[in-house]
């Protein structure tokens, strides 16, 4: 088990980067059991009910159709609108491991993973014969970032700065945490959403 960290170099005008981090298959098929238990029972609720401890609300032809799509093997509760899961990915770099959490923001479970990390600087096209499941942080968030004046790319791949990824139905909200001044910035592009 390994996540690996792909930094892209664009080069096009002048150097820009990209951040990617990519979990392991092993990590991965964790966090999706993991998920899919919390994700049955907000599904079973919801059919049971018609909403999940008042929230996230389902009319009978939306319990019809989250019923069929149960039997037929999948489990997809309704989340709202915005919000096709309800994880939220935290990653934090401890030099030659990865701390990750995740937070099941509905049933307010969290599971914690530390394994190796990998970091492996590459020109664009090489990191497209790579494709994991994993978390892109794009040029633009990426320029975003390194304007914020508590960014020192130096400090970019250690315990300094905490990195999370909330993804909805439209995108990925990133925000990024630095452990020296306790500030935050959000880096999404909402302008590609």
């Given amino acids: 088990m390994t996540l690996t960290i792909y930094k892209f170099n664009y ?7 990209s951040l990617c981090f990519s ?3 092993e990590t991965t098929k964790q966090i999706d059991e993991w998920n899919l238990s919390l994700d049955k029972t907000v599904l079973d609720e919801q059919l049971k009910t018609g909403s999940f401890r008042g929230k996230f609300p389902i009319d009978d032809d939306e319990k019809l159709l989250l019923g069929k799509m149960k039997e037929d093997g999948i489990i997809q509760p309704y989340y709202g609108f915005m919000n096709a899961r309800a994880c939220i990915y935290t990653f934090q770099i401890l030099y030659k491991s990865c701390k990750i959490e995740i ?3 509905v049933m307010e479970q969290k599971i914690f993973i530390e394994e190796p990390v990998s970091i492996k600087r590459l020109k664009l096209l090489g990191a497209l014969s790579n494709p994991k499941r994993g978390f892109m ?3 633009q968030e990426y320029k975003t970032l390194s304007k914020w004046k508590f960014w ?3 400090d970019e ?3 300094r700065y905490i990195y999370t ?10 925000k990024v945490f630095d452990n020296i001044t306790n500030e935050t910035i959000d880096i999404t592009d909402y302008n590609d959403w």
């Fill in 23 to 25: 979990l392991s298959e």
């Fill in 103 to 105: 937070n099941h923001t």
């Fill in 11 to 17: 080069n096009f005008y002048g150097p820009t980067y």
């Fill in 137 to 139: 942080m794009k040029k």
């Fill in 157 to 159: 791949f250690t315990p």
């Fill in 152 to 154: 020192n790319p130096i």
């Fill in 165 to 174: 990824f909330s993804p909805t139905t439209i995108g990925v909200g990133i």
